[in-house]
C-alpha cells in the first residue's frame, strides 16, 4: 500500500514538473517575441521570427489568453501592417493585421487578469500604433458593416494614446472628433437597425455629444413609433448643450419634420430671457430664424448681435457670411434685372460687390476656425468658392473649389 502511495505521489510530481515545463517553455516562446521585437525595427527579419512566434503563442491554450500574449500581438501585427508589401512575408495574409493589431490592443486593456507593469506601460506606448494600424487599414475596406467594425476599434483605441501621439495626430488632421464623426457617419447609412441602436446608444451613454448619434437615435425611435420618448431625449441633450449648433440643428430638424418649430422657437426665447450676454442664443435664434422662419434680415440682425457678444463665435461669422451671398445679393441682384438705366445697373453691380466683399471678410474670419468638421469646411469652402467668382478672383475661387473636392473626396472613402 505504501508503495502505491510512493508511486502515485511520484507521478503527481512528474506531472506537476512537466507543466511546469510547459509554462516555462511557452513564456520562452512570449520572451523570445519581445526580442525579436526590439531588433525588428533595424532588420526585418525579426519580425518574422516575432510572427511565427507569436502566432505559436496564440495558438496554445497556455498563452493563448494571456494578457502579454495579446500585447504583443498587437505590437507584431501593428508591424506588419506596414510591411505588406515585404517580400520577407510574400505569400502571408497580412490584409487585416491592422485590425489584428488593434483587436489585441482591446483585448489586453480590457483583459481583467494580473498584468505587469512594465507591459502596461508598453501599452501606453503602444495603443498610439494599434490605432494608426486599424484606422489606415480600414480605408481598404469596401464593405461598409466591416468599415464600422474597424472604426469601432480605432475609436475605442484613440482614448488610450499617449499625449505625444495625440499632438502627432492632431497635426495630421487627426483628433477624437473625427474619428468620432467618422464612425457615425458610416453607421447612420448602415441597413443594420441593431448596429445603429448599439453603437448610438455607446455614444450617447459615453457622455460624449455627437449629434449623429443622438439624431440617429431619434431615427430608430421614430421608425419605432415612439415620438413622444424621440422628443424628450433630443430636448434633454440641447438644454444640455445649448451653445452646440450641431444639436441645435438636431433638434431644429426633428421640429421641422413634426411640424412644431414654435416649441424650439419658444425655448430659444427663455435661454435668452435667462442670459442676454450669451453669444451663442442668439445666434442660435438667428439660425432658427434664417432655416425656418425664412426672417433673413432679422437672422442676420441676431449673428451681428452674437458677434458682438464674442468676437470667436465663428458659427455667426460663417452663417452670417452665407445668409449675405444667399439672400442679401437677391436685393440687388433683382435691383439689375428691372435696372432702365446704365446708372441703375452701375448702382446694382455696386450694391452687389458690397454684399460679397461683406461675405468675404465673415466667411475668412469663420475659416480660421480649426475645429470644424469634414462638413463644415466643405459648405465654408464652397461658400468662398462662389464668393471669389462673384469677385472676379478666379484664382482664389479656383483655390477654394480645389480644396472642397479634397474633402468631399475624402469623406466618400
Do not use: C
Request: proline share 0%; glycine share 6%; hydrophobic share 40%.
Amino acid at each position: 500500500m505504501k508503495n502505491k502511495q510512493t508511486i502515485k505521489i511520484g507521478l503527481m510530481l512528474i506531472g506537476a514538473v512537466f507543466m511546469s515545463n510547459q509554462v516555462l517553455a511557452q513564456n520562452s516562446v512570449l520572451r523570445g517575441v519581445g526580442a525579436a521585437l526590439s531588433y525588428a525595427e533595424s532588420d526585418a527579419s525579426y519580425l518574422v521570427e516575432a510572427k511565427n512566434g507569436i502566432d505559436k503563442a496564440y495558438k496554445n491554450s497556455k498563452t493563448a489568453n494571456s494578457p502579454r500574449m495579446w500585447l504583443y500581438r498587437s505590437m507584431v501585427y501593428s508591424r506588419l501592417s506596414f510591411k505588406k508589401g515585404n517580400a520577407l512575408f510574400e505569400g502571408a495574409d497580412l490584409s487585416n493585421a491592422g485590425l489584428e493589431s488593434g483587436i489585441s490592443m482591446k483585448k489586453f486593456l480590457e483583459h481583467t487578469g494580473e498584468k505587469k507593469d512594465d507591459d502596461i506601460e508598453e501599452a501606453e506606448m503602444e495603443a498610439g500604433s494599434a490605432f494608426a494600424a486599424t484606422f489606415n487599414e480600414h480605408y481598404a475596406i469596401q464593405n461598409r458593416d466591416s468599415a464600422i467594425m474597424y472604426l469601432e476599434v480605432a475609436n475605442y483605441l484613440f482614448d488610450r494614446i499617449d499625449t505625444g501621439s495625440l499632438r502627432k495626430f492632431a497635426n495630421s488632421g487627426i483628433t477624437k472628433s473625427s474619428v468620432s464623426d467618422r464612425l457615425m457617419y458610416f453607421v447612420a447609412t448602415s441597413d443594420n437597425d441593431e448596429t445603429k441602436k448599439r453603437i448610438f446608444s455607446e455614444s450617447i451613454n459615453s457622455g460624449n455629444v455627437n449629434a449623429v448619434a443622438f439624431e440617429g437615435m431619434a431615427g430608430l425611435l421614430l421608425k419605432e413609433g415612439d415620438t413622444a420618448k424621440a422628443e424628450v431625449m433630443l430636448m434633454d441633450a440641447y438644454q444640455k448643450n445649448a451653445g452646440d449648433k450641431d444639436m441645435f440643428n438636431v433638434l431644429k430638424n426633428f421640429y421641422i419634420s413634426s411640424g412644431q418649430t414654435n416649441k424650439l422657437l419658444a425655448v430659444v426665447e427663455e435661454m435668452i430671457k435667462k442670459d442676454e450676454s450669451n453669444s451663442s442664443y442668439y445666434y442660435l435664434r438667428g439660425k432658427l430664424r434664417d432655416d425656418v422662419q425664412k426672417e433673413h434680415e432679422l437672422a442676420r440682425k441676431d449673428y451681428l448681435k452674437a458677434i458682438e457678444l464674442d468676437a470667436f463665435n465663428y458659427d455667426a461669422f460663417f452663417d452670417l457670411g452665407a445668409n449675405l451671398v444667399s439672400h442679401e445679393t437677391m436685393k440687388w441682384r433683382n435691383m439689375k434685372i428691372n435696372a432702365r438705366t446704365d446708372a441703375d445697373i452701375k448702382i446694382a453691380n455696386e450694391g452687389l460687390i458690397k454684399v460679397y466683399k461683406q461675405a468675404e471678410e465673415y466667411l475668412l474670419t469663420a475659416a480660421e476656425n480649426t475645429k470644424y468638421g469634414i462638413i463644415d469646411k466643405i459648405n465654408l469652402y464652397k461658400a468662398l468658392n462662389v464668393v471669389y467668382l462673384e469677385l472676379d478672383d478666379n484664382g482664389k475661387a479656383q483655390y477654394y473649389k480645389t480644396l472642397a473636392k479634397g474633402l468631399e473626396t475624402e469623406l466618400k472613402k
